[in-house]
């Protein structure tokens, strides 16, 4: 999946607003110059969070912080298990609780694959890196895209018109993509 992959050292997207890529490997760049992007990330990732949840009317407790840094660290969709793999302290229920408030508060957003099953990651508004999902039908893999910034202007337009000719007034918007991943297409 592109965006995270511990296992072949692929790059991590830290967010388009940082212009950043970390190679988990350290492959390349300075060692201190990465760790020093992504504390600086992590901080405002925390800070943004924090504003959200206190704008909601909600605590930043200990256990929003770390879901938050898990999410940052999977860098990906994730699913509740996914989630639970790497915060095992965390129990189920108040993962739930804490997913549902934090997604109110605009701190982390869902994307629904089917009947039961649910991606979870951080915002865009938390992240500065608006992007869309490739979802598939057959095996509800949700891969995270970046459009071209043209592309994603074009597409804020054309929705802002459709919006307006029935009287609605667009804030956000957010596309997944249904289609077939490339193992199913193979398999």
Known sequence: MPGWCP????????GAGY???AHPGGRTGDATARFS???ILVSEIHAVARRQ????????????????????GIGAPATMPMIMQRS????????????AVMEQ???????DVGDTKSYYELSDLVTEDPHHHLVCSDCSAVVDI??????????????GDAARDVGFELTEHRLD???????????
């Open 37 to 39: 992007a992504i504390l």
């Open 146 to 159: 970046n459009l071209p910034p043209r592309a994603e202007r074009s597409i804020e337009r054309a929705l």
């Open 105 to 111: 508060a605009g701190v982390v957003a869902r994307v």
């Open 88 to 99: 095992p302290g965390l129990a189920q229920s108040s993962l739930y609780r804490n997913l």
């Open 53 to 72: 949840l206190t704008n909601a009317g909600h605590n930043y407790t200990r256990g929003r912080q770390d879901l938050v840094d898990v999410l940052a």
């Open 177 to 187: 993509i249904i289609g077939v991943c490339a193992q199913c297409c193979a398999a």
């Open 19 to 21: 212009g950043t890529t």
């Open 7 to 14: 296992a072949d050292r692929s790059p991590v997207r830290l």
